[in-house]
């Protein structure tokens, strides 16, 4: 069955990195799109990046943007976010999605179908 299992979610001083992964497995994988969104407590979902399974294009939220990377492992079947440059709003659950993609991607989460259980990540010191 389809699944997606985030983890390295931690406990991470402001201005330090992570690097979070999302495992998935299941189906084929060039017909999706992967993204990352986070979810802070009272806030609504926010999409952060998103990863074209089938192009590598790839797309990010300003708010993260220089501060983030999103690749992929195809050997390793995961999608990494790499996150440098930490801030305290960056603290959130981090899920990882997929979604049929024919090339591009969106970090709307509309057409996402398939949602990891999410990964902590707290940013303070």
């Known amino acids: 069955q389809v699944q997606l299992v985030e983890s390295g979610g931690d406990l991470v001083q402001p201005g330090g990195s992570l690097r979070l992964s999302c495992e998935l497995s299941?189906?084929?994988?060039?017909?999706?799109?992967i993204a990352w969104f986070r979810q802070a407590p009272g806030k609504e979902r926010e999409g952060v990046s998103c990863?074209?399974?089938?192009?590598?294009?790839?797309n990010y939220a300003d708010s993260v943007k220089g501060r983030f990377t999103i690749s992929r492992d195809d050997a390793k079947n995961t999608v990494y976010l790499q996150m440098n440059g930490l801030k305290s709003e960056d603290t959130a659950v981090y899920y990882c999605?997929?979604?049929?993609?024919?090339?591009?991607?969106?970090?709307?989460?509309?057409?996402?179908?398939?949602w990891g259980q999410g990964t902590q990540v707290t940013v303070s010191s």
């Open positions: 999605a997929r979604r049929p993609s024919g090339g591009q991607c969106s970090t709307q989460s509309s057409g996402y179908d398939y």
């Open positions: 990863i074209s399974l089938y192009s590598d294009y790839t």
């Open positions: 299941g189906f084929i994988f060039m017909y999706y799109a």
